[in-house]
C-alpha cells in the first residue's frame, strides 16, 4: 500500500509565493517519477511539472520561470515552489507518483494524492 500527501495549500495574494510539499509513504521499492497537476471545477486535469528520476524537470508553458519541482529523494518527498502566483493558477493542485512497491517491484504503478487547494486573490 502506497500514499501520497500533499500540504500547503492556501488563500494567498497575487504576486505571492507558496510552496507545496508532498510525501509518499508505504511498500516503496522506487520511485520513476514525481510531478504536480492542477485542476478547477469543469476542466481537466494538466501537468504543472513533472520530474523523472535522472533527468531535468519539464514544466507547463503557463507556470515556465514561476514554478519549480524539486525532490527529495532519500524522503520520497516533491515539492511545488511557486512564485508570481496569479489568479488563474487558482486550482486543487495534486501529487502524482510512478512507484514500483515492493510487492511488484517490475511495475510502475501511477498514484494520486487528495489533493490541496490554492486559491490566489486579493
Known amino acids: 500500500q502506497v500514499r501520497l500527501v500533499e500540504s500547503g495549500g492556501d488563500l494567498v495574494q497575487p504576486g505571492k509565493s507558496l510552496r507545496l510539499s508532498c510525501v509518499a509513504s508505504?511498500?516503496?521499492?522506487?520511485?520513476?517519477?514525481m510531478a504536480w497537476y492542477r485542476q478547477v471545477p469543469g476542466k481537466e486535469r494538466e501537468l504543472v511539472g513533472d520530474?523523472?528520476?535522472?533527468?531535468?524537470?519539464t514544466y507547463a508553458d503557463s507556470v515556465k520561470g514561476r514554478f519549480t519541482v524539486t525532490r527529495d529523494f532519500p524522503n520520497h518527498a516533491v515539492y511545488l515552489q511557486m512564485i508570481s502566483l496569479r489568479p488563474e493558477d487558482t486550482a486543487v493542485y495534486y501529487c502524482?507518483?510512478?512507484?514500483?512497491?515492493?510487492?511488484?517491484?517490475?511495475?510502475?504503478?501511477?498514484?494520486w494524492g487528495q489533493g490541496t487547494q490554492v486559491t490566489v486573490s486579493s
Open positions: 502524482n507518483a510512478g512507484i514500483r512497491t515492493t510487492t511488484q517491484p517490475a511495475i510502475i504503478t501511477n498514484y
Open positions: 520530474i523523472v528520476t535522472g533527468e531535468s524537470p
Open positions: 508505504g511498500s516503496i521499492y522506487s520511485i520513476n517519477n
